[in-house]
Protein backbone atom coordinates (compact mmCIF):
# COMPACT_ATOMS: atom_id res chain seq x y z
CA UNK A 1 0.00 0.00 0.00
CA UNK A 2 1.09 3.51 -0.66
CA UNK A 3 -0.50 6.31 0.47
CA UNK A 4 -1.50 8.49 -2.03
CA UNK A 5 -3.26 11.80 -2.38
CA UNK A 6 -1.92 13.27 -5.91
CA UNK A 7 -0.84 11.13 -8.89
CA UNK A 8 1.33 12.00 -11.73
CA UNK A 9 -0.33 9.52 -14.28
CA UNK A 10 -3.55 8.13 -14.30
CA UNK A 11 -4.10 3.85 -14.35
CA UNK A 12 -2.44 2.47 -17.59
CA UNK A 13 -6.16 2.12 -19.38
CA UNK A 14 -6.20 5.85 -19.12
CA UNK A 15 -3.20 5.78 -21.43
CA UNK A 16 -5.85 3.36 -23.60
CA UNK A 17 -8.12 5.71 -23.63
CA UNK A 18 -5.65 8.29 -25.06
CA UNK A 19 -4.74 5.82 -27.88
CA UNK A 20 -8.36 5.18 -28.56
CA UNK A 21 -9.98 8.69 -28.62
CA UNK A 22 -6.75 10.34 -30.54
CA UNK A 23 -7.51 8.26 -33.38
CA UNK A 24 -10.63 7.75 -35.63
CA UNK A 25 -12.13 4.50 -36.17
CA UNK A 26 -10.86 3.00 -33.31
CA UNK A 27 -12.84 1.87 -30.21
CA UNK A 28 -12.28 0.86 -26.54
CA UNK A 29 -14.54 -1.78 -25.20
CA UNK A 30 -13.49 -1.45 -21.41
CA UNK A 31 -14.28 -3.85 -18.79
CA UNK A 32 -14.60 -1.76 -15.71
CA UNK A 33 -17.43 -0.90 -12.82
CA UNK A 34 -19.87 1.77 -12.24
CA UNK A 35 -18.31 4.61 -11.82
CA UNK A 36 -14.85 4.79 -14.12
CA UNK A 37 -17.00 6.58 -16.87
CA UNK A 38 -14.90 9.99 -14.97
CA UNK A 39 -12.18 9.85 -17.34
CA UNK A 40 -14.49 10.55 -19.84
CA UNK A 41 -14.01 14.18 -18.18
CA UNK A 42 -10.67 14.38 -19.01
CA UNK A 43 -11.57 14.53 -22.74
CA UNK A 44 -14.83 16.39 -23.03
CA UNK A 45 -13.62 18.90 -19.90
CA UNK A 46 -9.77 19.24 -20.50
CA UNK A 47 -9.22 18.79 -24.33
CA UNK A 48 -12.22 20.34 -24.23
CA UNK A 49 -13.23 17.39 -26.67
CA UNK A 50 -17.00 17.71 -29.05
CA UNK A 51 -17.28 14.09 -28.44
CA UNK A 52 -17.37 11.55 -26.04
CA UNK A 53 -14.29 9.30 -26.24
CA UNK A 54 -14.67 6.08 -28.22
CA UNK A 55 -15.20 3.73 -25.18
CA UNK A 56 -17.91 1.47 -24.06
CA UNK A 57 -17.50 0.09 -20.60
CA UNK A 58 -19.31 -2.47 -19.32
CA UNK A 59 -20.11 -0.38 -15.83
CA UNK A 60 -20.70 -3.78 -13.66
CA UNK A 61 -21.98 -3.20 -10.06
CA UNK A 62 -21.67 -5.58 -6.87
CA UNK A 63 -24.57 -7.49 -7.89
CA UNK A 64 -23.20 -8.62 -11.32
CA UNK A 65 -20.55 -10.12 -9.60
CA UNK A 66 -22.60 -12.89 -8.02
CA UNK A 67 -23.31 -13.55 -11.85
CA UNK A 68 -21.89 -14.14 -15.35
CA UNK A 69 -19.50 -10.91 -15.75
CA UNK A 70 -17.90 -12.22 -18.41
CA UNK A 71 -21.44 -13.11 -20.87
CA UNK A 72 -22.16 -8.65 -19.47
CA UNK A 73 -18.65 -8.98 -21.52
CA UNK A 74 -19.32 -10.25 -23.92
CA UNK A 75 -22.75 -8.43 -24.34
CA UNK A 76 -21.05 -4.82 -24.46
CA UNK A 77 -18.37 -6.19 -27.12
CA UNK A 78 -21.43 -6.87 -29.30
CA UNK A 79 -23.17 -3.85 -28.80
CA UNK A 80 -20.12 -1.83 -29.51
CA UNK A 81 -19.25 -3.63 -32.47
CA UNK A 82 -23.17 -3.57 -34.02
CA UNK A 83 -23.16 0.50 -33.06
CA UNK A 84 -20.20 1.58 -33.44
CA UNK A 85 -19.00 -0.80 -36.30
CA UNK A 86 -15.24 0.17 -35.61
CA UNK A 87 -12.06 -0.45 -37.68
CA UNK A 88 -10.28 -1.89 -35.08
CA UNK A 89 -11.62 -2.79 -31.36
CA UNK A 90 -9.46 -2.33 -27.99
CA UNK A 91 -10.48 -4.57 -25.61
CA UNK A 92 -9.15 -4.35 -22.25
CA UNK A 93 -9.70 -4.05 -18.12
CA UNK A 94 -9.36 -1.66 -15.48
CA UNK A 95 -7.94 -2.56 -12.12
CA UNK A 96 -10.84 -3.67 -10.52
CA UNK A 97 -11.67 -5.51 -13.48
CA UNK A 98 -8.68 -7.29 -13.37
CA UNK A 99 -8.64 -9.01 -10.07
CA UNK A 100 -11.77 -11.22 -11.36
CA UNK A 101 -10.10 -12.53 -14.09
CA UNK A 102 -13.18 -12.33 -17.13
CA UNK A 103 -10.20 -12.32 -19.76
CA UNK A 104 -11.79 -9.20 -21.60
CA UNK A 105 -9.76 -9.28 -24.25
CA UNK A 106 -9.13 -13.59 -25.35
CA UNK A 107 -13.11 -13.27 -24.88
CA UNK A 108 -13.59 -10.62 -27.87
CA UNK A 109 -11.29 -12.41 -29.53
CA UNK A 110 -13.20 -15.82 -29.80
CA UNK A 111 -16.29 -13.60 -31.24
CA UNK A 112 -15.10 -14.12 -34.80
CA UNK A 113 -15.95 -9.84 -35.03
CA UNK A 114 -14.36 -9.82 -38.38
CA UNK A 115 -11.98 -6.82 -37.43
CA UNK A 116 -8.63 -6.41 -36.21
CA UNK A 117 -9.20 -6.91 -31.89
CA UNK A 118 -6.22 -5.94 -29.97
CA UNK A 119 -6.44 -7.71 -26.59
CA UNK A 120 -4.82 -5.32 -24.35
CA UNK A 121 -2.82 -6.81 -21.05
CA UNK A 122 -2.62 -3.54 -19.13
CA UNK A 123 -1.08 -4.76 -15.46
CA UNK A 124 -2.46 -2.01 -13.34
CA UNK A 125 -1.39 -2.17 -9.78
CA UNK A 126 2.76 -2.06 -11.46
CA UNK A 127 2.45 0.12 -14.37
CA UNK A 128 0.78 3.70 -15.76
CA UNK A 129 -0.98 5.56 -17.74
CA UNK A 130 2.17 6.45 -20.48
CA UNK A 131 3.19 2.83 -20.54
CA UNK A 132 -0.59 1.95 -21.14
CA UNK A 133 -0.57 4.38 -24.31
CA UNK A 134 2.70 2.99 -25.42
CA UNK A 135 1.90 -0.52 -24.97
CA UNK A 136 -1.73 0.10 -26.69
CA UNK A 137 0.00 1.79 -29.40
CA UNK A 138 2.62 -0.66 -30.15
CA UNK A 139 0.27 -3.67 -30.07
CA UNK A 140 -1.97 -1.92 -32.23
CA UNK A 141 0.30 -1.19 -34.79
CA UNK A 142 1.64 -4.22 -34.58
CA UNK A 143 -1.42 -6.39 -34.40
CA UNK A 144 -2.37 -4.04 -37.91
CA UNK A 145 1.22 -4.52 -39.24
CA UNK A 146 2.68 -7.61 -38.21
CA UNK A 147 1.17 -9.75 -41.62
CA UNK A 148 2.72 -7.05 -43.72
CA UNK A 149 6.27 -7.17 -42.21
CA UNK A 150 8.82 -8.46 -44.78
CA UNK A 151 10.80 -11.46 -45.18
CA UNK A 152 14.27 -9.40 -45.18
CA UNK A 153 14.87 -6.07 -44.27
CA UNK A 154 15.66 -3.97 -47.31
CA UNK A 155 14.09 -0.51 -46.63
CA UNK A 156 16.54 1.99 -47.49
CA UNK A 157 15.60 5.55 -46.18
CA UNK A 158 17.82 7.24 -48.74
CA UNK A 159 15.38 5.67 -51.36
CA UNK A 160 13.61 8.32 -51.92
CA UNK A 161 16.25 10.07 -54.09
CA UNK A 162 16.15 7.62 -56.81
CA UNK A 163 12.52 7.39 -56.71
CA UNK A 164 12.27 11.30 -57.99
CA UNK A 165 9.86 12.40 -54.81
CA UNK A 166 10.12 14.49 -51.75
CA UNK A 167 11.12 12.50 -48.51
CA UNK A 168 8.32 11.24 -45.92
CA UNK A 169 8.28 10.81 -42.74
CA UNK A 170 5.83 10.15 -40.40
CA UNK A 171 5.49 11.66 -36.60
CA UNK A 172 4.65 9.29 -33.89
CA UNK A 173 3.76 9.57 -30.73
CA UNK A 174 1.78 12.77 -30.09
CA UNK A 175 -1.82 12.36 -28.74
CA UNK A 176 -4.89 13.73 -26.64
CA UNK A 177 -3.72 14.87 -23.05
CA UNK A 178 -0.19 15.01 -24.05
CA UNK A 179 1.33 18.42 -23.38
CA UNK A 180 0.68 20.95 -26.22
CA UNK A 181 0.45 17.66 -29.17
CA UNK A 182 -1.78 19.48 -31.49
CA UNK A 183 0.60 22.30 -32.02
CA UNK A 184 3.79 20.55 -32.00
CA UNK A 185 2.96 18.51 -34.86
CA UNK A 186 1.71 21.58 -36.88
CA UNK A 187 4.75 23.09 -35.93
CA UNK A 188 7.30 20.52 -36.49
CA UNK A 189 4.77 19.62 -39.88
CA UNK A 190 5.94 23.41 -40.97
CA UNK A 191 9.28 22.95 -39.65
CA UNK A 192 9.85 19.92 -42.09
CA UNK A 193 8.21 21.83 -45.11
CA UNK A 194 10.63 24.29 -45.04
CA UNK A 195 13.32 21.72 -45.50
CA UNK A 196 11.36 19.83 -48.56
CA UNK A 197 10.08 17.04 -46.17
CA UNK A 198 6.53 15.52 -46.08
CA UNK A 199 4.84 14.49 -43.34
CA UNK A 200 3.55 11.03 -44.41
CA UNK A 201 1.48 9.91 -41.53
CA UNK A 202 0.81 11.10 -38.03
CA UNK A 203 -0.50 8.42 -35.29
CA UNK A 204 -1.98 7.91 -33.26
CA UNK A 205 -3.42 11.51 -32.90
CA UNK A 206 -5.99 11.74 -36.17
CA UNK A 207 -4.91 8.43 -37.93
CA UNK A 208 -7.05 6.21 -38.90
CA UNK A 209 -6.60 2.13 -39.37
CA UNK A 210 -5.81 2.90 -43.18
CA UNK A 211 -2.75 5.46 -42.19
CA UNK A 212 -1.56 2.87 -39.34
CA UNK A 213 -1.21 0.38 -42.54
CA UNK A 214 0.15 3.28 -44.33
CA UNK A 215 2.96 3.57 -41.49
CA UNK A 216 5.95 1.58 -43.72
CA UNK A 217 5.64 3.63 -46.64
CA UNK A 218 7.81 6.47 -44.83
CA UNK A 219 11.54 6.88 -45.45
CA UNK A 220 11.97 7.55 -41.79
CA UNK A 221 10.01 7.64 -38.42
CA UNK A 222 9.98 11.01 -36.04
CA UNK A 223 9.45 9.97 -32.43
CA UNK A 224 8.47 13.00 -31.03
CA UNK A 225 7.25 11.46 -27.78
CA UNK A 226 9.72 8.65 -26.49
CA UNK A 227 6.98 7.98 -23.99
CA UNK A 228 4.43 7.25 -26.09
CA UNK A 229 5.87 6.19 -29.35
CA UNK A 230 9.45 5.02 -28.90
CA UNK A 231 8.25 1.14 -28.38
CA UNK A 232 6.24 1.41 -31.87
CA UNK A 233 8.38 3.00 -33.41
CA UNK A 234 11.64 0.26 -32.51
CA UNK A 235 9.46 -2.53 -33.49
CA UNK A 236 8.79 -0.52 -36.58
CA UNK A 237 12.60 -0.03 -36.94
CA UNK A 238 12.75 -4.29 -36.16
CA UNK A 239 10.23 -5.74 -38.28
CA UNK A 240 10.26 -3.14 -41.82
CA UNK A 241 14.00 -1.68 -40.96
CA UNK A 242 12.69 2.06 -40.68
CA UNK A 243 15.06 4.30 -38.70
CA UNK A 244 13.92 6.32 -36.02
CA UNK A 245 15.11 9.68 -34.73
CA UNK A 246 16.06 10.24 -31.20
CA UNK A 247 16.25 13.90 -30.70
CA UNK A 248 13.02 15.57 -29.65
CA UNK A 249 12.94 19.31 -31.23
CA UNK A 250 12.50 21.05 -27.80
CA UNK A 251 14.60 23.85 -27.53
CA UNK A 252 17.00 25.97 -30.17
CA UNK A 253 20.03 23.22 -29.99
CA UNK A 254 17.31 20.34 -29.74
CA UNK A 255 15.61 21.24 -32.86
CA UNK A 256 18.81 22.25 -34.40
CA UNK A 257 19.75 18.47 -33.76
CA UNK A 258 17.15 17.10 -34.76
CA UNK A 259 17.06 18.70 -37.96
CA UNK A 260 20.76 18.00 -38.66
CA UNK A 261 19.63 14.02 -37.58
CA UNK A 262 16.99 14.07 -39.97
CA UNK A 263 18.71 15.09 -42.49
CA UNK A 264 21.94 12.59 -42.31
CA UNK A 265 19.58 10.07 -41.91
CA UNK A 266 17.71 10.99 -44.92
CA UNK A 267 21.03 11.59 -47.05
CA UNK A 268 20.52 15.26 -47.15
CA UNK A 269 22.59 17.96 -46.69
CA UNK A 270 22.01 19.40 -42.79
CA UNK A 271 21.02 23.11 -42.48
CA UNK A 272 23.93 25.35 -40.80
CA UNK A 273 23.03 26.20 -37.21
CA UNK A 274 23.17 29.77 -37.94
CA UNK A 275 20.10 29.85 -40.50
CA UNK A 276 18.17 27.37 -38.12
CA UNK A 277 18.93 29.74 -34.90
CA UNK A 278 17.37 32.98 -37.20
CA UNK A 279 14.29 31.10 -37.11
CA UNK A 280 13.19 31.75 -33.41
CA UNK A 281 13.28 34.76 -30.94
CA UNK A 282 14.45 33.26 -28.06
CA UNK A 283 18.42 33.02 -28.90
CA UNK A 284 18.02 37.27 -29.54
CA UNK A 285 15.60 37.79 -26.75
CA UNK A 286 17.90 35.79 -24.43
CA UNK A 287 20.99 37.41 -25.47
CA UNK A 288 19.57 41.01 -25.47
CA UNK A 289 20.40 43.01 -22.52
CA UNK A 290 16.76 43.06 -20.29
CA UNK A 291 17.87 39.36 -20.18
CA UNK A 292 21.35 39.79 -18.23
CA UNK A 293 19.16 39.40 -15.25
CA UNK A 294 18.15 35.73 -16.20
CA UNK A 295 21.95 34.79 -15.63
CA UNK A 296 22.65 32.29 -12.78
CA UNK A 297 19.25 32.31 -11.73
CA UNK A 298 18.21 28.53 -10.12
CA UNK A 299 15.85 26.62 -11.71
CA UNK A 300 14.36 23.26 -10.27
CA UNK A 301 13.17 21.07 -13.07
CA UNK A 302 10.14 18.38 -12.69
CA UNK A 303 8.06 16.69 -15.37
CA UNK A 304 7.91 13.74 -17.93
CA UNK A 305 10.98 12.68 -19.12
CA UNK A 306 11.16 14.33 -22.38
CA UNK A 307 10.14 17.14 -21.24
CA UNK A 308 12.46 17.81 -18.46
CA UNK A 309 15.28 17.07 -19.93
CA UNK A 310 14.42 19.25 -22.89
CA UNK A 311 13.75 21.79 -19.94
CA UNK A 312 17.42 21.21 -18.38
CA UNK A 313 19.05 21.80 -21.76
CA UNK A 314 17.02 25.09 -22.24
CA UNK A 315 17.88 26.66 -19.32
CA UNK A 316 21.76 25.81 -18.66
CA UNK A 317 22.58 26.42 -22.80
CA UNK A 318 19.66 28.51 -23.69
CA UNK A 319 18.31 31.01 -20.57
CA UNK A 320 21.60 31.24 -18.59
CA UNK A 321 19.84 29.85 -15.47
CA UNK A 322 21.50 27.59 -13.22
CA UNK A 323 19.58 24.26 -12.62
CA UNK A 324 19.31 23.61 -8.82
CA UNK A 325 17.27 20.35 -8.97
CA UNK A 326 16.26 18.12 -11.84
CA UNK A 327 13.70 15.18 -11.90
CA UNK A 328 11.07 12.91 -13.39
CA UNK A 329 8.20 10.79 -12.49
CA UNK A 330 8.28 8.69 -15.71
CA UNK A 331 10.68 5.59 -14.64
CA UNK A 332 11.25 4.44 -17.90
CA UNK A 333 13.51 8.00 -18.76
CA UNK A 334 15.20 7.34 -15.31
CA UNK A 335 18.33 6.68 -16.60
CA UNK A 336 18.82 8.97 -19.30
CA UNK A 337 17.62 12.28 -16.47
CA UNK A 338 20.31 10.62 -14.32
CA UNK A 339 22.92 11.32 -17.04
CA UNK A 340 21.63 14.98 -17.32
CA UNK A 341 21.39 15.14 -13.71
CA UNK A 342 24.82 14.40 -13.41
CA UNK A 343 26.43 15.98 -16.10
CA UNK A 344 25.08 19.42 -14.09
CA UNK A 345 26.45 18.11 -11.17
CA UNK A 346 23.33 17.34 -9.56
CA UNK A 347 21.58 13.82 -8.05
CA UNK A 348 18.14 13.30 -10.23
CA UNK A 349 15.09 13.31 -8.48
CA UNK A 350 12.80 9.65 -9.80
CA UNK A 351 9.72 10.02 -7.71
CA UNK A 352 6.15 9.43 -8.10
CA UNK A 353 5.60 10.80 -5.19
CA UNK A 354 4.56 15.27 -4.80
CA UNK A 355 5.20 15.81 -1.30
CA UNK A 356 8.88 14.17 -2.12
CA UNK A 357 9.09 17.19 -4.91
CA UNK A 358 7.88 19.64 -2.80
CA UNK A 359 10.68 18.56 0.20
CA UNK A 360 13.25 18.74 -2.92
CA UNK A 361 12.15 21.83 -4.53
CA UNK A 362 12.36 23.54 -0.73
CA UNK A 363 15.70 22.10 -0.02
CA UNK A 364 16.63 23.35 -3.81
CA UNK A 365 15.35 26.99 -2.64
CA UNK A 366 15.17 27.77 -6.50
CA UNK A 367 14.10 31.10 -8.02
CA UNK A 368 11.97 29.72 -10.40
CA UNK A 369 9.87 26.21 -10.77
CA UNK A 370 9.62 24.32 -14.18
CA UNK A 371 6.85 21.30 -13.36
CA UNK A 372 3.80 19.94 -13.54
CA UNK A 373 0.48 21.11 -12.32
CA UNK A 374 1.69 19.48 -9.25
CA UNK A 375 4.47 21.50 -9.22
CA UNK A 376 2.62 24.51 -9.16
CA UNK A 377 0.44 23.96 -6.68
CA UNK A 378 3.84 23.28 -4.45
CA UNK A 379 5.56 26.51 -5.75
CA UNK A 380 2.43 28.37 -4.67
CA UNK A 381 2.25 27.29 -1.29
CA UNK A 382 6.75 27.68 -1.34
CA UNK A 383 5.79 31.45 -2.67
CA UNK A 384 8.37 30.43 -5.46
CA UNK A 385 7.43 31.77 -9.15
CA UNK A 386 6.28 28.43 -11.65
CA UNK A 387 5.65 27.51 -15.31
CA UNK A 388 4.11 24.48 -16.41
CA UNK A 389 6.48 22.14 -19.14
CA UNK A 390 4.66 18.82 -18.49
CA UNK A 391 1.92 16.75 -17.67
CA UNK A 392 0.00 16.29 -15.24
CA UNK A 393 -2.12 19.17 -16.79
CA UNK A 394 -5.42 21.12 -16.58
CA UNK A 395 -7.60 23.19 -18.98
CA UNK A 396 -5.79 26.14 -18.88
CA UNK A 397 -2.52 24.21 -20.71
CA UNK A 398 -4.95 23.47 -23.32
CA UNK A 399 -5.50 26.56 -24.90
CA UNK A 400 -7.29 28.28 -27.56
CA UNK A 401 -4.22 29.80 -29.19
CA UNK A 402 -1.32 28.37 -30.96
CA UNK A 403 1.12 27.36 -28.92
CA UNK A 404 3.91 24.59 -29.27
CA UNK A 405 6.60 23.46 -27.22
CA UNK A 406 8.96 22.48 -30.11
CA UNK A 407 10.43 23.56 -33.14
CA UNK A 408 11.52 27.64 -33.34
CA UNK A 409 7.99 28.88 -32.49
CA UNK A 410 7.85 26.75 -29.28
CA UNK A 411 10.96 27.86 -28.40
CA UNK A 412 9.67 31.45 -28.45
CA UNK A 413 6.56 30.09 -26.88
CA UNK A 414 8.53 28.99 -24.18
CA UNK A 415 10.73 31.93 -23.83
CA UNK A 416 7.62 34.05 -22.76
CA UNK A 417 5.80 31.66 -20.89
CA UNK A 418 9.37 31.01 -18.47
CA UNK A 419 10.23 34.46 -18.08
CA UNK A 420 6.78 35.99 -17.07
CA UNK A 421 6.32 34.76 -13.73
CA UNK A 422 9.63 36.15 -12.50
CA UNK A 423 9.66 39.74 -11.48
CA UNK A 424 10.62 42.43 -13.93
CA UNK A 425 14.80 42.58 -13.91
CA UNK A 426 13.69 46.94 -13.11
CA UNK A 427 11.53 45.78 -10.44
CA UNK A 428 13.88 43.53 -8.98
CA UNK A 429 16.66 46.08 -8.86
CA UNK A 430 14.11 48.72 -6.91
CA UNK A 431 13.08 46.23 -4.83
CA UNK A 432 16.42 45.53 -3.57
CA UNK A 433 17.06 49.20 -3.17
CA UNK A 434 13.73 50.58 -1.63
CA UNK A 435 12.42 48.59 0.83
CA UNK A 436 9.71 50.61 2.13
CA UNK A 437 7.42 51.73 -0.68
CA UNK A 438 3.88 50.94 0.09
CA UNK A 439 2.73 49.40 -3.19
CA UNK A 440 5.61 47.86 -4.61
CA UNK A 441 6.32 45.80 -1.59
CA UNK A 442 9.20 42.70 -0.85
CA UNK A 443 7.72 39.84 -3.21
CA UNK A 444 5.32 42.09 -4.91
CA UNK A 445 5.98 41.42 -9.03
CA UNK A 446 3.19 44.16 -10.23
CA UNK A 447 3.60 42.80 -14.07
CA UNK A 448 1.31 40.02 -12.60
CA UNK A 449 -1.37 42.72 -11.94
CA UNK A 450 -1.88 41.58 -8.01
CA UNK A 451 -0.91 42.92 -5.09
CA UNK A 452 1.03 39.75 -3.56
CA UNK A 453 2.39 38.70 -6.48
CA UNK A 454 3.42 34.82 -7.00
CA UNK A 455 6.50 35.16 -4.29
CA UNK A 456 5.12 37.53 -1.69
CA UNK A 457 8.01 37.89 1.25
CA UNK A 458 6.17 36.14 3.83
CA UNK A 459 5.33 33.11 2.11
CA UNK A 460 8.66 32.73 0.93
CA UNK A 461 10.63 32.29 4.33
CA UNK A 462 7.42 29.58 4.58
CA UNK A 463 10.22 27.69 2.10
CA UNK A 464 12.84 26.92 3.57
CA UNK A 465 12.74 25.21 6.82
CA UNK A 466 15.20 25.67 9.65
CA UNK A 467 17.62 22.76 9.79
CA UNK A 468 17.78 22.38 13.14
CA UNK A 469 15.21 23.14 15.54
CA UNK A 470 17.59 24.22 17.81
CA UNK A 471 18.77 26.94 15.37
CA UNK A 472 17.41 30.88 16.75
CA UNK A 473 17.66 33.80 14.37
CA UNK A 474 17.73 36.82 16.69
CA UNK A 475 15.66 39.84 15.97
CA UNK A 476 19.08 41.64 14.33
CA UNK A 477 19.54 37.79 12.23
CA UNK A 478 16.24 38.07 10.78
CA UNK A 479 16.34 42.19 10.04
CA UNK A 480 19.71 41.55 8.30
CA UNK A 481 17.96 38.44 6.54
CA UNK A 482 14.90 40.40 5.23
CA UNK A 483 17.52 42.79 3.78
CA UNK A 484 18.01 40.14 1.13
CA UNK A 485 16.08 40.18 -1.84
CA UNK A 486 13.10 37.47 -1.42
CA UNK A 487 13.45 35.33 -4.81
CA UNK A 488 17.11 34.54 -3.15
CA UNK A 489 16.41 35.17 0.61
CA UNK A 490 15.53 31.12 1.23
CA UNK A 491 19.27 29.81 -0.45
CA UNK A 492 20.67 32.63 1.69
CA UNK A 493 18.58 31.31 4.94
CA UNK A 494 19.96 27.67 4.18
CA UNK A 495 23.56 28.35 4.13
CA UNK A 496 23.59 30.32 6.91
CA UNK A 497 21.70 27.44 8.98
CA UNK A 498 24.36 24.89 7.75
CA UNK A 499 26.97 27.59 8.54
CA UNK A 500 25.90 28.08 11.91
CA UNK A 501 25.36 24.46 12.68
CA UNK A 502 28.94 23.27 11.30
CA UNK A 503 30.24 25.76 13.55
CA UNK A 504 28.68 24.91 16.43
CA UNK A 505 26.68 28.09 16.83
CA UNK A 506 22.96 28.09 17.84
CA UNK A 507 22.04 31.42 17.36
CA UNK A 508 21.99 32.92 14.46
CA UNK A 509 22.44 36.92 14.13
CA UNK A 510 23.80 39.58 11.11
CA UNK A 511 27.33 38.58 12.34
CA UNK A 512 26.47 35.07 11.77
CA UNK A 513 24.82 35.84 8.49
CA UNK A 514 27.78 37.62 7.00
CA UNK A 515 30.39 35.44 8.54
CA UNK A 516 27.97 32.77 6.45
CA UNK A 517 27.98 34.53 3.19
CA UNK A 518 31.99 35.27 3.31
CA UNK A 519 32.20 31.64 3.83
CA UNK A 520 30.65 30.00 1.00
CA UNK A 521 31.75 32.89 -1.32
CA UNK A 522 34.83 31.84 -0.46
S1 LIG B 1 -11.03 0.43 -11.43
FE1 LIG B 1 -9.17 1.60 -11.18
S2 LIG B 1 -9.57 3.53 -12.22
FE2 LIG B 1 -11.51 2.53 -11.93
S3 LIG B 1 -12.25 3.41 -10.00
FE3 LIG B 1 -11.20 1.49 -9.51
S4 LIG B 1 -9.12 2.14 -9.00
FE4 LIG B 1 -10.08 3.85 -10.10
Not at 264 to 271: A, I
Amino acid sequence: MQLTLWTYEGPPHVGAMRIAASMEGVHYVLHAPQGDTYADLLFTMIERRDQRPPVTYTTFQARDLGGDTAELVKRHVREAVDRFQPDALLVGESCTAELIQDQAGALANSMGLGMPVVNLELPAYSKKENWGAAETFYQLVRTLLKDHAPAELTHDPKAWQQQGRRPRVNLLGPSLLGFRCRDDVLEVQRLLGIHGIDVGVVAPLGATVADVLRLPEADLNVCLYPEIAESSCAWLERSFGIPFTSNVPIGIGATQDFLVEVHNLLGMTPPSPQAGIRQSRLPWYSESVDSTYLTGKRVFIFGDGTHALAAARICKDELGFEVVGLGTYSREMARPVRAAAKAMGLEALISDDYLEVEAAMAAAAPELVLGTQMERHSAKRLGLPCAVISTPMHVQDVPARNSPQMGWEGANVIFDSWVHPLMMGLEEHLIGMFRHDFEFVDGHQSHLGHAGGSGAGAETDVAVSTLNDELVWTADGEAELKKIPFFVRGKVRRNTETFAKSTGRNQIDSETLYDAKAHFSA
